[in-house]
């Protein structure tokens, strides 16, 4: 009986290790079962408890917890693991009961040494569950920085496009405020920066999949919500203004958006069509669309296509993220914005909060 829970305790050793190594030692995006785990478990237990909330703001605050919760759960599920398979270990070699089995794996692993005295030799694993405690815990220290890092390379650019887009982010709204003050030219060089930050997220959230439940500082901004804004902004201003469109930065930076969201979905497991006909049905109507277009025309855009032949050039381009960014919104409870799918608790699509016109002259309200 003793060698079989040496062999449960060496193999539940080596598939925590193993964890540890897939979440913050490996750059390859391999993923984790527990890290799944303590975020779907953690998930649900903040969801449950901002159920009798009715608004968004109740409901962000409570999930803005979630990130800090997965990161002390999975430190703590890796403490515990360890725990338990140095004691059936400590059990399998020594003449130890099970109580003082684990007390001296628990005495070993954090460095304590209390136990050590109630026996005449120490043996190898004493010395390697010393060494392991403070590995796992200080990688996870090491490990923050470079997560924080990536936060607020992100949050910088989603807060740079609060201005453009207003809040939440739509992206007819982007196109729609540019042609208002004349500087549609300038969406080149927003292309141009979302095309480098799309690849930096897919890049640094397909390795370290907890910063997809770090939400932005302000409830109404999300980083799914202003890429899917970006996005929406170049296929709509491709399709309605072919030769005005600053084509190859949007294209581009379409091609790396969808890319880097498909990249992240294939680590958390969501499924999503590599290869979608461009005539595949959306789950946004022709007639939202319209409604969009009417919106960027009358802000002063000059379409060259009609409605109906601008929505199959769009239909073309939004058919390669529209259900892999729907998915991970709903993944991450983002902010309900307009054109950006359902959510996992009851609520209706948020239009962006518009600004008051406040220049000279201005009719009063």
Known sequence: MRVGFGVVGGLLLLVTLGSILRNMV?????????????????????????????????????????????????????????FCAYGLMMHAVSDLNWPSSFREAGSSLFTLGFASGARSQLNALDFLAAATGPVIIALQIAYLPTLYDAYNRRETEVTLLQARAAEPAWGPELLARQALVGTLDELRGLYENWERLAADIGESH?????????????????????????????????????TTASMPPARLM????????????????????????????????????????????????????????????????????????????????????????????????????????????????
Request: charged residues 25%.
């Open 254 to 365: 379409l091609r790396s958006s969808f890319t880097a969201l498909r990249d992240i979905a294939r680590v958390v497991g969501v499924r999503f069509d590599p290869d979608p006909h461009p005539d595949t049905p959306l789950r946004l109507t022709f007639e939202e669309f319209a409604d969009a277009v009417r919106h960027v025309e009358d802000a002063g855009l000059r379409s060259e296509r009609t409605v109906e032949d601008a929505w199959a050039h769009f239909r073309g381009w939004r058919v390669n993220y529209e259900q892999v960014t729907y998915e991970l919104a709903r993944l991450v409870d983002a902010v309900p914005a307009l054109w950006s799918g359902d959510r996992s608790w009851p609520t209706r699509p948020m239009p962006p909060a518009r600004p008051k016109d406040r220049r000279p002259g201005a009719p009063a309200e």
């Open 26 to 82: 490996v750059p390859r995006g391999l993923g984790s079962l527990l890290t799944k785990m303590v975020w779907r478990v953690l998930r649900r237990v903040l969801l449950a408890v901002s159920r009798p909330f009715d608004s968004y703001e109740a409901r962000d605050r409570l999930l803005a917890w979630l990130a800090p919760l997965v990161l002390v759960g999975v430190l703590g599920s890796w403490l515990l693991s360890i």
């Open 206 to 242: 397909a390795n370290y999949p907890v910063l997809l439940a770090f939400r932005s500082p302000r409830p109404y901004r999300s980083w799914i919500i202003a890429m899917l804004t970006v996005m929406d902004a170049a296929a709509m201003h491709m399709a309605l203004a072919p």
